[in-house]
Structure formats: structure tokens, C-alpha cells
């Protein structure tokens, strides 16, 4: 019924970009609190980026700032995350999540996608 699908990832060399997009189905999340996550094999799951659309508030994991920046389209709901000068440790599967209140950086999110991979080469 409620579904988040990640789009965007590739392959990237290091110090190029990448716009990941996360775009709700079956449900409006008009208003929902948007967050990034990234995973990768043997480290536990990530915060990377989020935003209040109430507050219009962002954060971001301290080693992606200045390079990533998130955002949010109110016409379709849709989340983006904008990452510039990639670096190979931002290798990851990155994954969208939402809720109906904001819950920062931590991972207890309702909604989830199933992830799109990225991958920066060195």
C-alpha cells in the first residue's frame, strides 16, 4: 500500500555526482519527514541526510556535509539527495525513509524503500 522507490544510483568515479530521488507510492506523504540512509556489508545501517518539511530544517552525517545536500519537491512528495564530489567510502546502498513525524538521525522510520546502490570508484 506504502511504498518508496529509490532512483539514481550508479557508478561513479571518485569526485563526481550523483542525484538520488525517492518517490512515494500509493500513499501521499504530503508533509511526511524525509531521511536518507546508507548501508553497506558488515556496517551497521546509517544516517546520511534529512529534512522536516514542516521546519524546512536539514541535517546531515558530518562527513557529508558540504557535499551532499537534500531536498524535498512538495509537488510530488518526492525527496532528493544531491551528492557532489564523491568519495569511494560513499559507496553504499542508499536508502529513503519517511514517517509521519520527524525522528532525526535515528533509523525508527515506518516507511522504508528498498535502497538504490551506489558505487564511486577511486
Known amino acids: 500500500q506504502v511504498q518508496l522507490v529509490e532512483s539514481g544510483g550508479g557508478l561513479v568515479p571518485a569526485g563526481g555526482s550523483l542525484r538520488l530521488s525517492c518517490a512515494p507510492s500509493?500513499?501521499?506523504?504530503?508533509?511526511?519527514?524525509m531521511t536518507w540512509f546508507r548501508q553497506t556489508p558488515g556496517k551497521e545501517r546509517e544516517f546520511v541526510a534529512g529534512?522536516?518539511?514542516?521546519?524546512?530544517?536539514?541535517y546531515y552525517k558530518d562527513s557529508v556535509k558540504g557535499r551532499f545536500t537534500i531536498s524535498r519537491d512538495s509537488a510530488n512528495n518526492t525527496a532528493y539527495l544531491q551528492m557532489s564530489s564523491l568519495k569511494p567510502e560513499d559507496t553504499a546502498v542508499y536508502y529513503c525513509?519517511?514517517?509521519?513525524?520527524?525522528?532525526?538521525?535515528?533509523?525508527?522510520?515506518?516507511?522504508w524503500g528498498r535502497g538504490t546502490e551506489v558505487a564511486v570508484s577511486s
Open positions: 525513509a519517511a514517517d509521519t513525524i520527524f525522528k532525526g538521525a535515528t533509523s525508527l522510520y515506518a516507511y
Open positions: 500509493g500513499r501521499t506523504f504530503s508533509s511526511y519527514p
Open positions: 529534512i522536516n518539511p514542516i521546519t524546512s530544517k536539514t
